[in-house]
């Protein structure tokens, strides 16, 4: 177990709509880090942040938002969704930014559009 | 834009041989390596990692080359054991800089040890 709690685990939504994805770091880690997991293309990097402050950016459509909260939890907005946006999304979280404080992910939420 | 390649996409071993995965990358400035291992239902979790300032690395039965000037970088698995059946992801980043922000990850590999 890496400490790492995304909810919900599975999402089913139709094109057109909006969801959150939720995620809880392990205790006492600033860094949480958002992926995007899909079939041919691997994991992309779509955002992070620090101690509730934005980091870095990846590939992050503008339809997609995020935020970290003063407790640390972390919220992935997507909306408008189009049937490319079905894929798994992991949240992962480190102590710091460095990389000597590895990332641990979580189980991942699968989202389906339909 | 794909950064680090990964090859092969699907790879089979028997039990007790030796698994090879192997990265390219492009970009120089990339000076932290890990590796990834993915399990049906799981997240990645660290497997390994590596920096250009040595060429290998080895823990256990998991060991890292390194090839700078080829800018390729591999993971070898001794004595593969079914229990090492997973997805098996390489990465970089410019650790000195970005630390873990922005690791690109290799497309991975799916492994499967038979018996």
């Known amino acids: 177990d890496s400490g790492v709690t995304q909810t919900p685990k599975h999402l089913i939504t139709a094109t057109g709509q909006r969801v959150t994805l939720r995620c809880s770091p392990r205790s006492g880690d600033l860094s949480v880090y958002w992926y995007q997991q899909s079939l041919d293309q691997g994991l992309q990097f779509l955002i992070q942040y620090y101690n509730g402050e934005e980091r870095a950016k990846g590939n992050i459509l503008e339809r997609f938002s995020a935020q970290q909260f003063p407790d640390l939890h972390s919220e992935l907005n997507l909306s408008s969704l189009e049937l490319g946006d079905s894929a798994l999304y992991f949240c992962?979280?480190?102590?710091?930014?460095?990389?000597?404080?590895?990332?641990?992910f979580g189980n991942g939420t699968r989202l389906t559009v339909t | 834009q794909q950064q680090v390649k990964q090859s092969p996409q699907s790879l089979i071993v028997q039990k007790g041989g030796i698994s090879i995965i192997n990265c390219a990358y492009e970009n120089t400035a990339f000076d932290y390596f890990p590796w990834y291992q993915q399990f049906p239902g799981k997240g990645p979790a660290l497997l390994i990692a590596?920096?250009?300032?040595?060429s290998e690395k080895k823990e256990g039965r998991f060991t890292i080359s390194f090839n700078k000037s080829a800018k390729q970088f591999s993971l070898h698995i001794m004595d593969s054991q079914p229990g090492d059946s997973a997805t098996y992801f390489c990465?970089?980043?410019?650790?000195?800089?970005?630390?873990?922000?922005?690791?690109?990850f290799g497309t991975g590999t799916r492994l499967t040890i038979i018996p």
């Open positions: 990465a970089a980043s410019e650790g000195a800089v970005f630390g873990n922000e922005k690791l690109t």
């Open positions: 590596i920096r250009p300032d040595v």
């Open positions: 992962a979280s480190s102590a710091s930014g460095s990389y000597n404080s590895p990332l641990h």
